[in-house]
């Protein structure tokens, strides 16, 4: 079994606004391992990107607030950490790629410049030291040419390798643990097809663990080795890649995996989840998704269900299993 | 496969010809020749700078007086004097020497008064607009302060208060003065704090001091250069009213607007005293804009890609 970088231990992330407390991120566990692919799937607005930032203690201050829970990074609760401390963490043992490859880089610098920026934080290199390291990165993320590459400005660069770009500052001090929110939904089918075989090779080379953040089920079966299906801030599902799409035990796995159009089934109409998540300044006391269920019972709306494992560490949050 | 066609005559597109092209370039060309003068004016007025007191642009000492010359009208007016270009005024001092020597002063201060304001305005700006919360709220209800204080009152109350002179002119302009820079670079802080490459460079440890100087700092620049351009004419009629009213650097030192306030009394029988140093006036000040215009227009920041 491989090392396990990352725990996360009944995470609880609220925001304190002034219609009251938003829980965006409700009692999560999870973890992930070395080299594996760990996703983390919903609708928009279930609370992943605030379980990434979470992660990185970069939660929108001062309404956002870790209030409870573990995240246990390579065998140190890094709530614990003083904020120096953290800054020294992030880029160094864990990292982010974020959602537009468009705006994530700054105009003003070469993308050589931006990459050096995290290795000379965290490594105290000389100057021709870091400009190998540089290059390395960005032959890592195999990007052609690096050496003329790292002088460009990111505006003279496509998206797709400006993506790339990205993922090389995310990688350039070879972090244990990798967040990836929803990395390829700005990039069309095709450069998202390669970006995922790309990681998946970064991911062989350097064994880092990556937390994928999406909604697209069709990138988690390529891209993932476990899932955890989130639902207004709780998670409800968490299994292997294969056993979700196999054998989805909650409800709401089953109505979302029915969602995803299918090439076969042009002409049928595309299934649809009725109903809207419910607010999470005013969650009811039972089970989240009661209000949309088409299994529904009494005691779904009275009592919250706990997380029962039905195997192989199959966890499931539903009345229904047994 | 190669192209078998037959070559066309290369058509180069150049353009406009020459003369459209300039006349279309005048509203930059012609400030820019203007501050161009100005400057040569006032580091060339003499050489006493460089060791060499005798060797000077200016025809006269601005300050000799030659009761003789007294109102002499401009050499190419009748009973003008050749060696008195543009005439002399009530002490038989030369006026193109007193509008050269001049430029030394309205440049000089609005150099140190335009490096003064925009140093705080757009530190505190750039701190009020990262750090948000209540030092942003703090920071900009003391811009509100003093943006709505009446400038040229308290450069006027100041001066009476402290004895007038040239840093007292430096000090007054100042006080006020960086608060539309601030104003303007919070704005922009703002906005970048919340930018992708903000969170990218958090993402990578960077502390809060390095965000402000390396990302965000080098994307306001293009607004702050605008707003210098804009405000070396505001900062030249400042001083030029300071010196008009009196308080501002005092006699017998030559600065343009205590040379319009000479030629006051004068002006129906010698314009010319009052005429040229306020026509430098106004043509620095137009150049000035017509800069900050293009400058404005040029590093627009909806032209440059994100």
């Known amino acids: 079994m491989s090392k396990t970088i990352l725990q996360v231990e009944d995470l609880h992330t609220s925001f304190f606004t002034r219609a009251g407390e938003v829980k965006a991120v409700d009692g999560?566990?999870?973890?992930?391992?070395?080299?594996?692919?760990?996703?983390?799937?919903?609708?928009?607005?279930?609370?992943?990107?605030?379980?990434?930032?979470?992660?990185?203690?970069?939660?929108?201050?001062?309404?956002?607030?870790?209030?409870?829970?573990?995240?246990?990074?390579?065998?140190?609760?890094?709530?614990?950490?003083?904020?120096?401390?953290?800054?020294?963490?992030?880029?160094?043992?864990?990292?982010?790629?974020?959602?537009?490859?468009?705006?994530?880089?700054?105009?003003?610098?070469?993308?050589?410049?931006?990459?050096?920026?995290?290795i000379k934080l965290h490594q105290g290199l000389q100057d021709d030291k870091v400009t190998d390291e540089v290059i390395s990165a960005l032959r890592l993320l195999k990007i052609p040419a690096p050496e003329s590459r790292l002088r460009d400005y990111p505006f003279q660069m496509s998206g797709g390798m400006r993506q790339r770009v990205v993922g090389a500052i995310a990688m350039s001090c070879r972090p244990n643990l990798l967040i990836?929110?929803?990395?390829?939904?700005?990039?069309?089918?095709?450069?998202?097809?390669?970006?995922?075989?790309?990681?998946?090779?970064?991911?062989?080379?350097?064994?880092?663990?990556?937390?994928?953040?999406?909604?697209?089920?069709?990138?988690?079966?390529?891209?993932?080795?476990?899932?955890?299906?989130?639902?207004?801030?709780?998670?409800?599902?968490?299994?292997?890649?294969?056993?979700?799409?196999?054998?989805?035990?909650?409800?709401?796995?089953?109505?979302?995996?029915?969602?995803?159009?299918?090439?076969?089934?042009?002409?049928?109409?595309?299934?649809?989840?009725?109903?809207?998540?419910?607010?999470?300044?005013?969650?009811?006391?039972?089970?989240?998704?009661a209000a949309r269920c088409s299994q529904v019972m009494d005691k779904c709306r009275e009592q919250q269900p706990a997380e029962i494992d039905v195997g192989d560490g199959h966890l499931v949050s539903c009345w229904r299993v047994k | 496969m190669p192209d078998t066609t037959e070559e066309k005559p290369k058509k180069k597109f150049t353009g406009l010809p020459l003369r459209a092209r300039v006349i279309r370039k005048l509203s930059l060309i012609i400030p820019l020749i203007i501050m161009f003068l100005v400057v040569i004016m006032a580091v060339f007025a003499d050489l006493s700078w460089l060791g060499l007191p005798n060797v000077r642009l200016s025809p006269h000492d601005p300050d000799d007086v030659v009761i003789r010359d007294r109102f002499l009208p401009p050499a190419f007016m009748d009973g003008g004097k050749s060696e008195y270009l543009l005439g002399t005024d009530k002490l038989g001092r030369d006026v193109l020497s007193r509008i050269i020597y001049g430029s030394r002063i309205s440049l000089s201060i609005s150099a140190l008064v335009i490096s003064i304001t925009a140093c705080i305005g757009t530190v505190l700006g750039i701190f009020a607009g990262y750090a948000g919360g209540r030092i942003d709220g703090f920071i900009m209800r003391v811009t509100d302060v003093a943006l709505s204080f009446p400038g040229l009152l308290m450069a006027m109350l100041l001066a009476v208060a402290i004895q007038p002179g040239y840093w007292t002119v430096v000090f007054a302009l100042s006080i006020l003065g960086w608060a539309p820079y601030a104003r303007l670079l919070r704005g922009e802080a703002l906005k970048i704090r919340d930018s992708d490459f903000v969170a990218q460079a958090r993402v990578c440890g960077a502390s809060p001091w390095r965000i402000m100087l390396r990302h965000i700092f080098p994307n306001v620049i293009n607004s702050l250069v605008v707003m210098i351009t804009l405000s070396v004419g505001m900062v030249i009629l400042a001083e030029a009213v300071l010196s008009f009213l009196g308080i501002g650097v005092p006699a017998p030192t030559a600065s343009w607007g205590s040379m319009v306030n000479d030629g006051r009394g004068y002006l129906d029988t010698a314009w010319w005293i009052s005429a040229f140093p306020g026509i430098a006036i106004g043509l620095v000040v137009m150049s000035g804009n017509f800069l900050g215009d293009w400058l404005r227009d040029k590093l627009d920041p909806r032209l440059r890609q994100l």
């Open chain 1, 28 to 118: 999560i566990s999870f973890h992930v391992d070395e080299r594996e692919t760990f996703g983390l799937v919903g609708e928009s607005a279930c609370g992943k990107t605030v379980t990434g930032l979470s992660l990185l203690r970069l939660l929108p201050e001062p309404a956002g607030r870790i209030v409870g829970g573990k995240i246990i990074l390579n065998g140190r609760n890094i709530l614990e950490l003083s904020k120096k401390e953290m800054r020294s963490v992030r880029g160094k043992e864990i990292s982010m790629i974020l959602q537009d490859p468009m705006t994530s880089l700054n105009p003003v610098y070469t993308v050589g410049n931006q990459i050096a920026e995290s």
């Open chain 1, 180 to 289: 990836a929110d929803e990395p390829t939904t700005a990039l069309d089918a095709t450069i998202q097809a390669q970006y995922i075989a790309l990681f998946q090779d970064v991911q062989r080379t350097t064994n880092v663990g990556i937390l994928f953040i999406t909604h697209d089920f069709g990138v988690v079966a390529k891209m993932c080795h476990r899932v955890g299906v989130m639902y207004a801030g709780r998670i409800v599902e968490t299994a292997t890649t294969s056993k979700i799409f196999k054998d989805p035990r909650h409800p709401y796995t089953v109505a979302l995996i029915n969602s995803v159009p299918r090439l076969e089934e042009k002409d049928k109409r595309l299934f649809s989840i009725e109903g809207q998540p419910p607010s999470l300044l005013n969650l009811p006391p039972g089970c989240r998704f």
